[in-house]
């Protein structure tokens, strides 16, 4: 059964902190990683890390996928309060079609 | 970004009521899915769908059910609501082509069954 472990749990900093998020995962056949930002209602995207695209980049927001040691982690530097949010860690098995599995996320709340 | 609606967005519902959660897109995915999320917990998926006409379970195991009329239509029900069925029930859809792995989500459905 595959599993994405996310850690911290949770977090609290101050605005202008850098923060950095980490996901493990075992799976038998690996195709991508995603990451999502939940915020009150739905998960919305952030970055699909590949063998073909193992850094991403978005603003303040950035990731990397090392898949020797499996895993993952979700950088964001100066943090502000709009940050605060769950972020969600998901892999997809490629004998699985694209069916996603969840890690339990990691709440970060950012204080002003 | 996909436009994926859920109605509604709130229920609170007596025990052993029909419920109907909608849930469409407009960006033509061919597939969908529904998740199960109590607080502070996973997403779990309960049901997804490859196309018209087709449905299968997910993983986690619930007593509603889906089906895939239309495209872009992607109802589930339950005949008779539980206390145990209260929880957030997300949608998610994704296309076959470009990036398949990227689901979208709608803005969810939380259910009370009192």
């Known amino acids: 059964e595959d599993k994405v472990v996310q850690s911290p749990l949770s977090l609290v900093v101050h605005e202008g902190d850098t923060v950095t998020l980490n996901c493990s995962y075992e799976?038998?056949?690996?195709?991508?990683l995603l990451w999502y930002k939940q915020e009150k209602k739905a998960p919305t995207f952030l970055f699909m890390l590949?063998?073909?695209?193992i850094e991403k980049k978005s603003g303040r927001l950035s990731s990397i996928l090392d898949k020797k040691e499996l895993s993952s982690i979700l950088n964001i530097t100066a943090t502000q309060t709009g940050d605060s949010a769950i972020y969600l860690c998901a892999v997809v098995n490629n004998n699985a079609g694209n069916m996603l599995t969840f890690g339990g996320g990691t709440r970060l709340m950012v204080k002003p | 970004e996909a436009d994926i609606y859920q109605t509604p967005r709130y229920l609170v519902i007596g025990t052993g009521k029909k419920i109907t959660l909608e849930c469409s897109q407009t960006?033509?995915?061919?597939?969908m899915y529904w998740y199960q999320q109590d607080p502070g917990m996973e997403l779990h998926l309960i049901h997804y769908?490859?196309?018209?006409?087709?449905?299968e379970k997910g993983d986690l195991s619930s007593e509603s059910t889906v089906s895939r009329i239309r495209t872009e239509h992607f109802p589930l029900t339950l005949e008779s609501a539980r206390p145990s069925h209260t929880s957030q029930y997300l949608c998610?859809?994704?296309?076959?082509?470009?990036?398949?792995?990227?689901?979208?989500f709608g803005p969810g459905t939380r259910l009370t069954v009192l």
């Open positions: 960006m033509g995915h061919d597939k």
């Open positions: 998610a859809s994704s296309s076959l082509i470009g990036a398949p792995d990227t689901q979208y």
């Open positions: 590949t063998s073909s695209g």
């Open positions: 769908s490859y196309g018209v006409n087709s449905t």
């Open positions: 799976v038998t056949n690996f195709r991508s």
